[in-house]
């Protein structure tokens, strides 16, 4: 069973260093979403792509974050000088675009603490 | 401005109690998803509804969207502690669009 792969998992880093995540989604997934949560609240939605073009971005997006998805599978969400207030989970998401309304399936997220 | 409003935010109850969650926004959505994360784990889809009106049936959960396609709610019946979680619901304005969640309502369920 291939679902949406994410890692690393848990990323403990210093401010000011950059942290990269990477996403696997669901093979034959066109559609590939980042959010970011934190504790106790929902995710908030950060960008997401159909196939390697990035179709929106959330002005949470900050242009310390960029996302690419370059060959329309896997995505790296790269965080450049990070800050305490990045701490969160980084959730990946993926869906077929045509056939099956709106379920998108979860990763399982990377956590990111910012010390 | 919080587009899907939860409510209760925190419940706690006994087991064997009922409850019920509402998602309340003054959009129209064309579908909501209700999701249930563990801590340290993604959200888990437990349902879609698409059509104003709908109810579906998990098992002992029951899922109602509104009529006007504008809320939902999840009622649970005879809690279980395995219920405990954050349950989320997520809307997409259009078909295809990003889903926008709310904050999540947080149940534990003691025995």
């Known amino acids: 069973d291939t679902g949406v792969s994410q890692n690393p998992r848990h990323k403990i880093t210093k401010r000011g260093q950059n942290v990269t995540f990477r996403c696997d989604p669901i093979?034959?997934?066109?559609?590939l979403y980042w959010y970011r949560q934190t504790l106790g609240q929902g995710p908030e939605f950060l960008t997401y792509?159909?196939?390697?073009?990035?179709?929106?971005k959330s002005r949470l997006l900050s242009d310390r974050f960029s996302a690419e998805r370059p060959k329309g599978s896997f995505s790296t969400l790269e965080i450049q000088r990070t800050e305490q207030g990045d701490s969160a989970m980084y959730l990946c998401?993926?869906?077929?675009?045509?056939?099956?309304?709106?379920?998108?399936?979860f990763g399982e997220g990377s956590w990111l603490t910012v010390v | 401005t919080q587009l899907l409003e939860q409510s209760p935010q925190f419940l706690s109850i006994q087991e064997g109690e009922n409850l019920t969650v509402y998602c309340n926004s003054s959009?129209?959505?064309?579908?909501l998803q209700w999701y249930r994360q563990e801590p340290g784990e993604g959200p888990v889809l437990l349902v879609t509804?698409?059509?104003?009106?709908e109810v579906k049936k998990l098992k002992r959960l029951t899922f109602q969207f509104g009529d006007a396609r504008k809320d939902s709610s999840l009622h649970i019946t005879a809690a279980q502690p395995g219920d405990t979680g954050l349950y989320l619901c997520?809307?997409?304005?259009?078909?295809?669009?990003?889903?926008?969640f709310g904050k999540g309502t947080t149940l534990s369920v003691s025995s």
């Open positions: 998401a993926s869906r077929q675009a045509e056939g099956s309304g709106n379920t998108i399936y």
């Open positions: 093979s034959e997934h066109n559609r």
């Open positions: 792509f159909q196939n390697e073009a990035q179709l929106e």
């Open positions: 959009s129209v959505f064309s579908s």
């Open positions: 509804v698409v059509t104003g009106g």
């Open positions: 997520a809307g997409a304005k259009q078909a295809g669009t990003a889903l926008i």
